[in-house]
């Protein structure tokens, strides 16, 4: 079992940058895969980033790509997005997510743990 716990949203205004964290507990997350997904009022749920075990591969949206850098500290077991150049079409709850195995995974109906979720609002 893995609980994993985000921190970090709050308001921000476009242009602007913000710094995610994402906290497990309950396993070694080294041999978890992580990602990030976010869910906006009235839209389903998407992928935002992905991240191997060892952080030696990640992967991003195309929306995102470019401005946001996801990291891991598996000495600490935490999950990082940091964002920048924030636009109003990224406000969204923002989850992490965990998933055991070494593969790419993009879609949230592979991974079996889920944080609570922080929400990100970019004001324009």
């Known amino acids: 079992q893995v609980q994993l716990v985000e921190s970090g949203g709050g308001l921000v205004q476009a242009g602007g940058s913000l710094r995610l964290s994402c906290a497990a507990s309950g396993r070694t997350l080294s041999s978890y895969a992580m990602g990030w997904f976010r869910q906006a009022p009235g839209k389903e749920r998407e992928f935002v980033a992905h991240?191997?075990?060892?952080?030696?591969?990640?992967y991003y949206a195309d929306s995102v790509k470019d401005r946001f850098t996801i990291s891991r500290d598996n000495a600490e077991n935490t999950v990082y997005l940091q964002m920048n150049s924030l636009k109003p079409e990224d406000t969204a709850v923002y989850y992490c997510?965990?998933?055991?195995?070494?593969?790419?995974?993009?879609?949230?109906?592979?991974?079996?743990?889920w944080g609570q979720g922080t929400q990100v609002t970019v004001a324009s």
């Open positions: 997510a965990a998933k055991y195995g070494s593969f790419l995974y993009t879609s949230d109906r592979q991974y079996a743990y």
């Open positions: 991240i191997s075990g060892s952080g030696s591969s990640t």
